[in-house]
Structure formats: C-alpha cells, structure tokens
C-alpha cells in the first residue's frame, strides 16, 4: 500500500539541499526544510508519548508562528487529526468545538478545560528533549487529516472534514496550473487557522520545495519592503487596496512578482484596475470553500477578467442549478454546485447537515450563487441566503453593490434585505463613504435612479464607517441583517 500520508508527499518533494530556507521572518529567524522536518519529527515523537493516535483530534488555537506550523505537520506525522481555530474566538465560542470534536489534546491557553492541554511554548519545551520520531504513520487517502470549522456567518459552525486525498489532490493541481517553481519566493501574510493560508498557500510552498516570507500578520509596510524580494503574494482583497493606498508602491516595487493571487472574499473590479494600472500585471482571482479548498481559478496563462473566479479546476466538476436542481444554461443566474477528488467528507457530527447539501450523484450544493458565461467562466454574484425576495422579485445584492462601489464618494457598500410590510422585504445599502466625502441618502438614491430598476434600488441608505467582517476580510451579513430587521416596524 502507497503511503497517501500528505506529509509523505511533502518529504517527496523537499529540496536537495535541506539546508534552504523553509520559513523566514524579517528578523533573521529562520527555519530550514532540515530543520522543520527534524521539529516536527521531535514533535509527532512528543504526541505518541502523550498517546496521541491516527484519528485522534487535536485542537489548536495559537498565534501565527514557524512552531505553530510545525505542530501541523507533525499531526500529519502521526495521523492525528488537525483542528486549528481562529484565535479571535472568546471562549464560549471555543467550549462548543471542543464539545464538538472531543479531542484528545487542546494546544493553547485553555484555563479552564479539564481535558489535557499544552500551551505552544510548553508543547515546544517538552518536544526539545524528545528522540526525533522520523516514521510517517501509514494513511490512505481518505484518512482524515483536518477538521476545519465553517466560520459561522450564517449560522452554527461546521466542521469540514477534510482527508489527506482531498488536500494533497488540491494543493498538486494548484502547484500545477500556478506554474510553481523551485526559486519561487512566497509573501505570507494570512492566518493560518485558514484554508487559504494554511492548505492553499503553504502546501503550494512545501510542494515547491520554495522560501516563504513568513509575515505573523497583514502589515503594508512589511509587503512594500518584502515585494521586492518575493515572486508570489497570496492575499485577501484587503491586501490589495491596503497596498494601493500606500505611497510607496509602485510597478518598479513589483519587478520580480511573477503572480498576484486574491481569494477568501470579493476582488472589486475597481481594485483589479487600479492594481494593473499601477503594476502593469493582472490579479489572478480564484474561489474556494472551507469544504473542498480551491474548485475554480483564472488561467495562469490566459485572459484574467474582473469579476470573474474562472472556470473549474481540471480534476473538478462544477454547474449551475436552479432550485428544482437541473442543471441552467449559460448566463442564467443559480446554485453552484461541483465535485472532485477535493470534495470533503461530510460535516464532523452532522450527517443530516452533510446529506442536506449533497446531491444524489455526488455534488455539492456550495450555497454560493453564481453564473457562468459560455466558456465556463464562473461569476460568483452573491450566497443564496443573501438573495432578496422584493415585491415579487428576485434580487441579486451582488449586481446592486457592484453600481453602488462606483459611485463617487462611495468606498465600499453591502446590500442585505430587511423585513417590510407590503413588499415582504425590502433592499437596504449599507455604505461606507470615502474620507471627507459630504454624500448624502439622497445623492445615492439620485444616482441610482437612473442605474437601476425601480425594485433594485435601496429603500433606504445606511452610513457607517466600516462594514463589519470576518477575520478573512468576508463581510457578515448575518451582522448587518439584524441590525436592519427592524427598520420598516411600525
């Protein structure tokens, strides 16, 4: 039997020379491909003394670090079960996951749990003294080798389950059609409690044998200074505008950057300009789910077009459907739906949840709406729980917001639904003006007149000074919904 262990994988594909940097911070501190895999030897040794097994649950929650990363691989060492939380979650929050996923290990500060638990600097401490453990525990493919929690904006948590087949299938079909390369540098600045930057963003690394700047976190002075000495950024649209903002970039800064990335949440058409303008290169914008990691992405070679993800990876399957589940022509707005090797094993716990969302011949319903045109190419316009039942009529908040973004004075909006009286419910903006701009309701509202139909446009405008978002930059419409649920009450 072939070891399908992703860990297995990765040691395949280490550079000759183990002494390259693997992991590199501005401050000198540096971790080799050698040394990496000598740590997490020492701690997968340290979990098997501590009676970790293949299938057994870790929970982790954790500040971004070279050891935290570490601790990963030496899960996928052992066979454990990696479980990595965002480190924003209150301790409510995290007593559900535990509840959820009853781990055998909780790496963190946990104060008040009964179940063992490490702190990271702890878990480092004792591994130091540990004999390197350099066996890598014999999986197959569908061994699970993550459980990664939904970040819950519409609803409870969900943890994705998540094999060893489905990472190592995505991360080999990324590295593939992103043209990675040996000498290729990676800018990270993302968390790594994430897909994006946990799975998409080091497995194309590690599978690379390629250097990383390892950021702890986004900082537009730190990617001005490290641009220059990097080929890949992989960022949220955050990234982007935070580096359009700053004075000091420029298209000489991007001479060496071969590849712009941008995913986990909306690239504006008016960034994806803006960004080829100044650098004279093109975003590549992709998506993705916590429940399958990447499924669609622009051509590496070939036209980038704003606004648009892409067709389907080439091992994925991807469709629109209309509520009756057949399948739409192009250029009809529905359901997307897709399959591949990627595709998780269900819900941890839930498997009336996982059944809900499955079709009957293995797709599955992403919740995302979505278009595409007659060459495939996917256009993500909005979550079906964001879709707005008006008078009547459907509405798609996407094709407001993208009117509502250009205006002048505008700097960014969301639209979400409020419940009305005669209309059922009725379509709210949410905006965010730029500084000093005096733009009132009613400038928007005249503006809009002429833009959009009648039942498009807003019934009422809201000014705030941000929208609130998720650690991942995804705004939470969930927050803005219940703040409006009461604005048309009598």
Known sequence: MTNANLYALFQSRFPDDLDKPFLQQEDGACLSYGEMDQLSARMAALL???????????LVQV????EAVCLYLACLRVGAIYLPLNTAYTAHEVAYFIGNASPALLVGNFPAQPL???????????????PPRHSVELMSSDDLAAILYTSGTTGRSKGAMLSHGNL???ALTLHDIWHWQQDDILL???PIFHVHGLFVALHCALL????????????????????PKSTVLMGVPTFYTRLLAHGGFTKDLCQKMRLFISGSAPLLAETFHQFEAITG?????????????????NPYDGPRIAGTVGPALPDVEVRICGEDG????????????????NLFKGYWEMPKKTAEDMRPDGFFISGDLAIADQDGRISIVGRSKDLIISGGFNIYPKGIESVLDLLPGVLESAVVASPHPDLGEAVMAVVVRTDNSPLTEQDILDQLSDQLARFKQPRKVIFTDALPRNTMGKVQKNILRDQMKDIFKS
């Open 48 to 58: 098997t003394t501590r009676k970790i097994t293949k299938g057994d649950r870790i």
């Open 63 to 66: 500040e971004k670090s070279m």
């Open 116 to 130: 063992p638990s490490l702190t990271l600097d702890q878990l480092c401490a004792e591994a130091a003294t540990c």
């Open 168 to 170: 190592a299938s995505n």
């Open 188 to 190: 990270h600045a993302l």
């Open 208 to 227: 690379g044998g390629s250097t990383v700047w390892f950021l702890p976190r986004l900082d537009a002075d730190a990617l001005i200074r490290l641009i």
């Open 281 to 297: 290169q093109r975003i590549l914008e992709r998506y993705g789910m916590t429940e399958a990691g990447m499924i669609t992405s």
């Open 326 to 341: 057949r399948q739409l022509p192009a250029g009809e707005i529905g359901s997307l739906e897709y399959k591949g090797p």
